[in-house]
């Protein structure tokens, strides 16, 4: 995405930013919170451009620093998140990050740090973190974005100002128009739009014609563990509305609908809860092993209708 262009749902929150910085009371630490499909990954990208902009209009896309930060080396913006995919932030990192905030701007009035996911900090890394916030230095600007309250320590939150974008997107009909919010070249873009295959290899798992170790091994290789975690709680999600409520339209996917016609809801609601503790586990970092995670999740799938 360009991050030039200003998403409209953004509106009333880049009010506030606007007049916070027009009133030169802009936070040094800002705490986005917010699920991945409302942006807020893009939101905190076009505001570095916004904060380091130097031409007459924020985000001109025109000026040095502009033209810095299209290219990937602008030295006053500092980039932090996980080396690997599906990784936690390292503490080398953060230490890092302790010599470089001391620096003075390079090339404008101030300097920015994006932490993004900010929640993938274990507890050395906050800690590490918190002593800079405790004393931010003069003209540095620290951006850290998440998509749970709880995930980081009460005293890294009670630093930052903290803006919270609402989740009014989903729609209850439908779990899996979430994927129409993400960009189509995401990981979790990608997720939706191959979804008919995913469901085409649960429903011969539960024929008996693959087996979880097989199904488990081709889908971590290939993506990463918590999208993988977040795209079946969607699918079996959907599975129960269209069970249970016996909802669905023409615009329904034949092979959504054959699968959830496989599985009885108290299966499919079991399923969600072994799920949802999952995901819980890893937006605290709680270590997994996740092809045994993954295979016992695929294991639910083959059980037998009632």
């Known amino acids: 995405m360009n991050p030039l262009i200003r998403l409209p749902e953004h509106a009333l929150l880049w009010d506030k930013i606007q007049s916070a910085m027009n009133l030169k009371r802009m936070p040094q630490a800002l705490l986005l919170m917010g699920p991945r499909h409302v942006r807020v990954a893009e939101f905190a990208r076009r505001l570095v451009w916004e904060l380091l902009c130097q031409g007459e209009e924020n985000s001109c896309g025109q000026c040095a620093a502009c033209h810095l930060l299209k290219a990937g080396n602008h030295p006053d913006f500092l980039d932090v998140f996980p080396d690997t995919k599906g990784g936690l932030i390292k503490i080398d990192q953060i230490r890092a990050l302790q010599e470089e905030v001391y620096l003075s701007p390079s090339c404008g009035n101030c300097r920015v740090i994006l932490i993004d996911p900010a929640d993938k900090m274990n507890e050395a890394c906050a800690n590490a973190l918190l002593k800079i916030l405790e004393e931010p230095p003069e003209a540095v600007y620290f951006i850290l974005v998440v998509e749970h309250f709880g995930t980081l320590p009460a005293t890294i939150m ?10 009014n997107i989903l729609s209850s009909s439908n779990y899996l128009t979430l994927g129409e919010h993400y960009p189509p070249e995401s990981a979790r873009g990608q997720l939706l739009i191959k979804q008919h295959v995913f469901i085409h290899q649960l429903c011969e798992l539960f024929a008996k014609k693959t087996s979880p170790c097989t ?60 799920l949802n503790a999952a995901l819980k586990k890893l937006q605290r970092n709680i270590s997994l092993n996740e092809t045994l995670v993954l295979e016992n999740i695929l294991m639910g799938y083959q059980c037998e209708r009632e």
């Open 215 to 274: 199904v488990a091994a081709l889908w971590i290789a290939d993506n990463d563990f918590t999208d993988l975690m977040w795209f079946l709680y969607l699918i079996t999600a959907q599975a129960i509305q269209l069970q249970l409520l016996r909802q669905s339209s023409s615009a329904e996917p034949n092979h959504l609908l054959s699968f959830s016609k496989l599985l009885h809801p108290v299966v499919l609601l079991n399923q969600l809860d072994v």
């Open 158 to 167: 009670s630093r930052c100002n903290q803006m919270v974008f609402p989740d």
